[in-house]
């Protein structure tokens, strides 16, 4: 699957804004790099990110999802 230009959301928790980002490129098999708004740039595992509307088996919804496609 293609991710490059992927929308990405980050929510953090209370207090924080939520973070905009896009999926720039992929690093190896199993990474991708994410550049947020404020230009920072994360690497992160596929697997880690979750569909729109995911909660944990605790009812969080902190992590970082798939936005729409761009």
Do not use: T
Request: with cysteine; hydrophobic share 35%.
């Amino acid at each position: 699957m293609n991710l490059i230009g992927q929308k990405v959301e980050g929510m953090w928790g209370a207090m924080h804004p939520i973070s905009h980002g896009l999926i720039e490129r992929r690093v190896g098999r199993d990474s991708v790099e994410i550049k947020w708004e404020d230009g920072y740039r994360q690497e992160v595992l596929v697997d880690e990110i979750r569909e729109c509307g995911y909660r944990s088996p605790n009812g969080s919804p902190i992590g970082i999802f798939f936005g729409e496609v761009a």
